[in-house]
């Protein structure tokens, strides 16, 4: 019997958790996908998302979702022991927004490492926790109830940061930090937050 000195040390592995979200979910739409449950994917293969059962390993059950709708390739950065996803859209119709990145066909970016997944009416938060295994990744999928969007932008009571960057999902669409005083009060129009 090996003594717990002596055992083999366990190597994390990395977990890519995945929350979706569809105003239109039913039971069907999601029902090949196991929620709250880790599965492990070889390293080596490519993880597919779309219709096709016999291509994919996660299956939408939706004729709005194309045939493969995305693919993630787990791989490790060059002179690093880092390990990251690739995100790729298999989509000839439908644009993959990732953050503020928008995929064409055949586009492909590095998944950061929390980041929010769009296309068609699919919102789907990814979320990265790092391990050091280079044999295999695991997924772990969540059901929202709410919209995930609507759930990580709500307006936030904390002091906004005097380096006057907004949000990464909501780009300040051309205008420009101003100056403000902290003792104004806020107050809350049809823009949002703002000062009196």
Known sequence: MISFEEADTEETVTCLHMTFYHPCQNDQMFSCLNFCRREQVRADEVAKFGRDSNVCHYNLMDTR???????????????SSECCFEIKN???????MVDQTELGYLNKTDLPWKCII???DYQILAETEEGVS??????????SEVPILQERCLPSHQPVPETGISSPLFPSQGKNPTE???NEPWHTG??????F
């Open 65 to 79: 979702v194309s045939r493969i709708q995305f693919s993630l390739q787990f791989y490790r950065k060059l002179n």
């Open 90 to 96: 298999m989509s000839k119709k439908t644009k993959l």
């Open 118 to 120: 769009l296309f068609g």
């Open 134 to 143: 280079m044999d295999y990744f695991e997924t772990y999928f969540h059901l």
């Open 180 to 182: 403000i005083d902290e």
């Open 190 to 195: 049809e823009g949002g937050w703002s000062r």
